[in-house]
């Protein structure tokens, strides 16, 4: 697989100083340990940090800004951060008000924020996503796989976070939004690990794995490459059933991509998923449609459902600034 | 080449609905003849109105709303678009100042321009686009062609038209942005078109091609893969030849990728640029990374250089309220 790369050992940490380069207005740069976190801290607010391995970027360092995230931690990638880029980032970041972490579900993330959380001096919480519905348990994880609805997650909170909730607020906040978020995904391409010499899986040239995790991680079954409208079956009939909604019920729709796969297949996809899910009787409300949690350069997408209320709604429309979502 | 596609004839008709449908608020569709508009018009101002083949999105879908253009008409992957897209589109946006067509240099898109101009009874004037310095002449091209400067063609008159510019300084502006920018790409892989059955063209697996146009055709020349670092030496030379800029002087350095290569490798590739520049005493004001300008799932990345002054930095920074440009 051929990679833009200097070397193996500096990829992330030069990335994330090209970041923070191209939005030097936004963005601070803490080196060693390394982590990303807003150029103006906000004064006597929740923080919250976010953070794990990389290779699914925009997520999570795309998204620090006014609106969501105060700080993000980049580990190596698909390696979670250090427990120490954690704590310096908390230290940074935290006005009074204590932090919230918002962690993906993986074995090695989860440690890390919980090390890092005994470490710290004040108040902390977690907020643990894990909206994947393909597989309960899979090679990296206890428990179902946090995915694009992380996003979803730090978008609404950190609307929430910004006018004021408090500590217990909003962790019960990204609680109850996780709980209305469901994903699933389906690779059609192996990513491949700059470290690696050889893709993370291998997949025939008309095979699409369904349920493939944002590491390449096995999912439910593999099968042919079908029509799109199949495939957005395939997606949407598991998302739906985790929901248990009832008709009527408006929906936020975040059609993800997982890095190689062209915005023209995305925004298709878009379009029969919308109008699946409005023939189901549903409204979609708000669609997010990109490469925002993706898996390096895997060809695939996932379908991310989030139930509305109006509370979500509104913290969902608040304004954001941050390098990859913006209103 | 897998891809999410229910039959090749709707491909960009669905794929624009999904757009379209992602941003109700911002958009409106034309089915047939097909272009994309904003849904709320401006009045009394110059409006621009740009196309091309699909399968560079979000160029120029992406790029329709306040701040940038008026309406952009997607053809066929890789196709113009028809003459009847453009004069329908024209009709649908014209607000009494005349209109500009924004045109990136391929024969086909030329042609449909000229006679959509030809046909309607209203002023209209063309900027044409040729920031890409690899190629004197290409099989699709008389003269340079058109690639990722078009957007900041776009970006700065559609400030420039939405600030009350008239048509002459609507053109005026948009033939000096084109002229202060240059361009240019080198591809780690090819794309394919969706009814192609095979790849666009055939590279080796640690080949490279160096000056790739946006449709896969053919650069400089074919060599190794070589460290990001000289890289950019093969893409920064040519361009800073062609602009001949004086140190000293202001850049907005754009890093585009061609829709395969992670943002990772974008934002490295950003930090070895600017430092690059600013060791051959350039300072870097604005930058932009991102998949913009893209061919299909091709990876590989473009440098694109605009020589910055008050007035262009201005117009760059105004407000835009677009897909996929916002601030």
């Known amino acids: 697989m051929k990679k833009f790369i200097n070397s193996f050992d500096d990829l992330v940490r030069d990335s994330v100083a090209g970041l923070v380069m191209a939005h030097e207005g936004l963005l ?3 080196e060693s340990p390394l982590f ?20 699914h ?19 190596e990638v698909f390696t979670a951060p250090t427990p120490d880029q954690i704590v310096a980032a908390a230290r940074r970041v935290e006005a009074g008000q204590g932090v919230l972490m918002i962690v993906k579900n993986y074995a090695g ?38 995915v694009a609805g992380t996003l979803v997650v730090e978008k609404m909170v950190g609307a929430a ?15 109850r939004v996780n709980g209305c ?19 993370t899986f291998e997949i025939g040239p008309s095979e699409i794995e369904v349920g493939v995790g944002i590491h390449g991680e096995p999912g439910r079954h593999r099968q042919r490459l079908v029509p799109a409208d199949d495939i957005v079956t395939l997606l949407l009939e598991p998302v739906l059933k985790d929901l248990v909604l009832a008709p009527g019920r408006e929906l936020l729709l975040h059609v993800n991509g997982f890095g ?9 996809l878009n379009r029969l998923a919308t109008q699946r899910l409005q023939a189901q009787g549903f409204t979609v409300r708000r ?30 429309d608040a304004s954001v600034t941050t390098p990859s979502l913006r209103w």
């Open 57 to 75: 970027e925009p997520l999570h360092t795309g998204y620090v800004g006014p609106g969501m995230l105060d700080a993000a931690c980049p580990g």
């Open 260 to 268: 190689g796969t062209p915005l023209m297949e995305l925004y298709l």
């Open 28 to 30: 601070a740069l803490n």
């Open 161 to 175: 976070a910004e006018a004021g909730a408090d500590l217990y607020e909003c962790k019960a906040l990204g609680t």
């Open 36 to 55: 990303v976190c807003r150029r103006t801290p906000k004064a006597k607010r929740v923080a919250l940090i976010a953070g794990g391995g990389s290779g």
């Open 181 to 199: 978020t469901a994903s699933m995904g389906v690779a059609l391409s192996s990513c491949t690990v700059p470290e690696a010499a050889a893709p």
């Open 287 to 316: 669609w997010l449609v990109g490469n925002h949690t993706t898996s390096l350069e895997m060809a695939g997408a996932s379908l991310t459902v989030t139930a509305l209320d109006d509370e979500l709604l509104g913290l969902w």
């Open 109 to 146: 993330d989860t440690a890390s924020f919980q090390m890092a959380a005994d470490m710290l001096d004040m108040d902390c919480a977690t907020v643990l996503v894990n909206d994947d519905v393909a597989v309960d348990s899979s090679v990296r994880t206890t428990g179902r796989r946090g």
